[in-house]
């Protein structure tokens, strides 16, 4: 999803025809390049270091990103697996009797649950991702600015986008964390359907599976519309006002 979202929002070039045409003629870019090194004067060499600071805050922010989606991640198969495995005995001990059913159906709604707002806030962190890359993009430009001599070796992001942007397609969004954990919160909502109808006294199996079947595919199809609104409806202006906006001032202005 990262990189497919990443290619539609910015037309990402490495040199040649592609790269001049979007900075302009060599004479323009490199003039407004000389510029922008002229206007800065003696403050060069304290923006460089404020861009390379602000880069390395961007990147660590980025980490924290992929490591809160692998921690969310991994305490929910946790709570999955202990809470399968909590069923198991108490499935065994009672004989799959009323007991097992009451204990199933008081477990596996708020195992659901849970792995709702995971999969919600893993949606949250790639969004936070993309828009942490995009501001890392932008400093490279700076980059590419101040130093011309190092377009052969840096990525170069233009304005313009692409005509047509390839957009991820459902298996490519199942591939992702938020993905796995959609596909598995979805059987969990399934199995907690089918154990709805064993306690209700069906005891054919066909009819809690299909049913259980119908309800873990309309699950998982909320799951993969809720992703792709997000990603459609992706701000990288949203998610930097949210992440840097200072409110003002609470303080009584003096009388």
Known sequence: MRTSDASAQFA???????QRAALGSDDGGDASRAALADT??????????FATTEHFNLQ?????TVSEAN???????????GNLIALAFVGQMSRLGAAFYAFALILLPVLAFVGVVTFLRLVQCSTE???YARRIALLRSLYLRLSPELEPYLVVV???RPAQASSPGAWQLTLTAAGMVAVINSVVVAACAGLVLE???????AIPVALGAVIGAAAFTLHERHHRRARDAYSP???DLAAIFVPPSQELEPR
């Open 129 to 131: 991702d993309l828009a």
């Open 60 to 64: 660590t922010a980025r980490a924290l």
């Open 199 to 205: 306690a209700a006294g069906i005891h054919s199996l």
């Open 158 to 160: 233009t304005e313009a």
């Open 12 to 18: 990402v070039s490495r040199g040649g025809d592609t």
């Open 237 to 239: 202006e949203a998610v």
């Open 40 to 49: 800065l004067g003696l403050r060069l060499g304290p923006t460089a270091t």
């Open 71 to 81: 921690g969310r991640a991994s305490i929910y198969l946790a709570a999955l697996s």
